[in-house]
Each structure stands twice: as C-alpha cells, then as structure tokens.
C-alpha cells in the first residue's frame, strides 16, 4: 500500500494565531512530498514541493514566509500557517511520492480543513 | 509548458449507463497520466495510471481509461455507472522524471439513480 495521512483533519483557530499540519507516509518512504491548496469547487493549487533535508520550493505568488514548510524525515512534512486570516480558510491536501519512482505517483492525504475565524 | 485539459465542469448520467470523463493533455516527450477521484471534503484517491504499454489502462472500481496519443487523450470510462462513482474527478500528467505533476480543473459526475 501507500498511505499518507494529515493531522489534524480539520481545524478551526483565531486570526493571528499559527497553526501546523502534518503530513505523514505510513508505509513508504517519500522522496517527495507536496502541498496544494483547494478552493471550493476548484482544482488543486501546488503551493510548493519539499524533499527531505532540503528547502521546499515554493509556486509563483505563494508566501514562503506565510506558509512555512518543513521535511525533515523521509516520512513527515509539516505545513505551518503562520499569522493566519480568514483569507487563508481553505482545504490543504499533501501527497508524496515514493522513493526513486521515476513516474512520480503521487499518494494523497486525506486532506486538512482550516478555518480561520 | 504542461496542461492538462477536462472539457466538461459537470457529466451527468443515469445508473446504469456507461460514462465517460474527458481528459486531453500537452506534455513535452512521453506523457505519464493519471486519473483520481476525489469525494467531498476527503483528499485525492488513485484510480489508475498510464505509464506505458497498453492503451487500455483498467483501474479501482471498475474504471478504465483509454490512452490515445494521436488525439492526445486519456478519456476516463465505465461500462455501468452507480450512484456511487458521484464525486469529482481529476485527470493529471507530467513528463516523466520528477516533473511537476499536472492536474486537469476536474469534472464532476452525477449519477442519477
């Protein structure tokens, strides 16, 4: 199998605060782990790819500074929202892709919903 | 540059009835495609893949998609839709290697009981 989960599921927090999502794989290990950003009735955003040890990189337009990403297992990428606003309610998906696959599968979390009060 | 292109926001169709999900692609080189179904407030699940070999790429659930490099195709199909295919789908593509994946807008399918 290839199982990737997201905690917390959903989350609901007060504008100005900072809030952490990860985004594990269970049974592989990822070289590769992205973040995209859904919008209700609307296709996935890539906001940014991260591989293990090194600096994600980040899409055109999104805010490396707001949403701070971190890969610091072959396993475990954590998502952190800092400073947030009700701009920034929206669905976050991770995937990550198996080690060495050259055809880049990708395997999707189950999601994370964010409120932003 | 990429693109992936799902001509249609919404199909509807009646149980029972085969469908099918359009999905047309441009990638430089040879293309590797995917299909995912998504249900509400849930993430992206794998329906199937072409990476190469044949055309007829038979996927989870009952779902195939047809691999057509002349038109540039990868249109998703099932012979007897359910009430429970409902969801939203996404075709993908890239171009091999560690390429940045692709995905099409997504089509919404409605299967009428």
């Known amino acids: 199998g290839a199982v990737v989960s997201q905690h917390p599921s959903w989350v609901i927090c007060k504008s100005g605060t900072s809030v952490k999502i990860e985004c594990r794989s269970l049974?592989?290990?990822?070289?590769?782990m992205f973040w995209y950003r859904q919008f209700p009735k609307q296709s996935l955003m890539l906001m940014a790819t991260?591989?293990?040890?090194?600096?994600?990189?980040?899409e055109q337009g999104v805010e490396k500074d707001k949403f701070l990403i971190n890969h610091a297992s072959l396993t475990l990428s954590t998502l952190t929202v800092t400073s947030a606003h009700p701009e920034d309610s929206s669905f976050y998906i991770c995937?990550?892709?198996?080690?060495?696959?050259?055809?880049?599968?990708?395997?999707f979390g189950p999601g994370t919903r964010l409120t932003v009060l | 540059a990429q693109s992936v292109a799902q001509p249609e926001d919404q199909v509807n169709v009646a149980e029972g009835n085969p469908l099918t999900v359009k999905c047309t692609y441009s990638?430089?080189?040879?293309?590797?495609l995917f299909w995912y179904v998504q249900y509400p407030n849930r993430g992206l699940q794998f329906l199937l893949k072409?990476?190469?070999?044949?055309?007829l790429v038979k996927g989870s659930y009952g779902f195939e998609a047809e691999f057509n490099k002349s038109q540039t195709s990868f249109h998703l199909k099932k012979p007897s839709a359910l009430v429970s295919d409902s969801a939203l789908y996404f075709c993908?593509?890239?171009?091999?290697?560690?390429?940045?994946?692709?995905f099409g807008t997504g089509t919404k399918l409605q299967v009428i009981p």
């Open positions: 995937s990550a892709s198996k080690l060495a696959e050259y055809y880049n599968e990708q395997f």
């Open positions: 991260s591989n293990e040890g090194s600096k994600a990189t980040y």
């Open positions: 049974d592989f290990q990822a070289t590769t």
């Open positions: 993908a593509a890239h171009s091999g290697g560690y390429q940045k994946v692709t």
């Open positions: 990638v430089s080189g040879n293309p590797y």
């Open positions: 072409y990476i190469t070999g044949d055309n």
